[in-house]
């Protein structure tokens, strides 16, 4: 098992960095791929980026360039680095841990981009 727990979320205006933070805590955290999705009002929840256990990444061609993930292995947290805001970003943003057919979600964090 697996618990995750998301932080950072918030209201920043257009053009803005956020933080977020996922903890994660009952298992081999390096051993899992690490990922961030979003869901948006009205739309399906979706990747938006990923990290592998060797630290290879992936991002959605939309936020390439803008948002970095990367992870602490020593502190079991993958963080989401997101600049250059936009309030097409704006979305629940949910931690995802995966291993096999594992699959763990966070409660998720609203990161909400406005002015």
């Known amino acids: 098992q697996v618990q995750l727990v998301e932080s950072g979320g918030g209201l920043v205006q257009p053009g803005g960095s956020l933080r977020l933070s996922c903890a994660a805590s009952?298992?081999?955290?390096?051993?899992?791929?690490m990922s961030w999705h979003r869901q948006a009002p009205g739309k399906r929840r979706a990747l938006v980026a990923g990290?592998?256990?060797?630290?290879?990444?992936t991002y959605v061609d939309s936020v390439k360039g803008r948002f970095t993930i990367s992870k602490d292995n020593a502190k079991n947290t993958v963080y989401l680095q997101m600049n250059s805001l936009k309030p097409e970003d704006t979305a629940v943003y949910y931690c995802?841990?995966?291993?096999?057919?594992?699959?763990?979600w966070g409660q998720g964090t609203q990161v909400t981009v406005s002015s």
């Open positions: 995802q841990a995966g291993l096999g057919i594992n699959v763990y």
């Open positions: 009952g298992s081999i955290f390096s051993n899992y791929y």
């Open positions: 990290i592998y256990s060797g630290g290879t990444t």
